[in-house]
C-alpha cells in the first residue's frame, strides 16, 4: 500500500516562514499530481497548491506570490515553502498524491494525516 506522511508544521508568528514536506512511500510506480490541501476548523478543505510530474503548479489566490509548491521525483517528495505567513493560513495541511501502484494499474488517491500550521498574530 501507499502511505503519506506530512512534517514541518509548527507554530510562527505572523509574517515568519514554515517549510512543509510531504513523503510518499509504498508500492508506487508513478506519482502522478501532489497537491497540498488545508482545512481551518469550521470551513471546507481547500486546494493550496497543486504540482504535476511534469513541474506545472498552480495556487489558490490567496497564497499566490507567498507560497512555492515544489517536488523531487526521485525522492518522492513534495514541499511547500510557506513565506510571509498570516493568521488566516491557519489550519491541518495534507498532502494528497495521485498515483498509479505495481498492483494497480488505475490511479488512485492517496492522503496523509495532516500538519498543523498555526501563525500567531
Known amino acids: 500500500q501507499v502511505q503519506v506522511v506530512?512534517?514541518?508544521?509548527?507554530?510562527v508568528q505572523a509574517g515568519g516562514s514554515?517549510?512543509?514536506?510531504?513523503?510518499?512511500?509504498?508500492?508506487?510506480?508513478?506519482i502522478k499530481t501532489m497537491e497540498w490541501y488545508r482545512q481551518a476548523p469550521g470551513k471546507q478543505r481547500e486546494l493550496v497548491a497543486g504540482i504535476t510530474s511534469d513541474g506545472s503548479t498552480n495556487y489558490?489566490?490567496?497564497?499566490?506570490?507567498?507560497?512555492?509548491?515544489s517536488?523531487?521525483?526521485?525522492?518522492?517528495?513534495?514541499?511547500?515553502?510557506?513565506?510571509?505567513?498570516k493568521p488566516e493560513d491557519t489550519a491541518l495541511y495534507y498532502c494528497n498524491v495521485m498515483?498509479?501502484?505495481y498492483g494497480y494499474g488505475n490511479t488512485d488517491v492517496y492522503w496523509g494525516q495532516g500538519t498543523q500550521v498555526t501563525v500567531s498574530s
Open 99 to 101: 498515483a498509479t501502484t
Open 18 to 30: 514554515l517549510r512543509l514536506s510531504c513523503a510518499a512511500s509504498g508500492s508506487i510506480f508513478r
Open 60 to 69: 489558490v489566490d490567496s497564497v499566490k506570490g507567498r507560497f512555492t509548491i
Open 6 to 11: 506530512e512534517s514541518g508544521g509548527g507554530l
Open 71 to 85: 517536488r523531487d521525483n526521485a525522492k518522492k517528495m513534495m514541499y511547500l515553502q510557506m513565506n510571509s505567513l
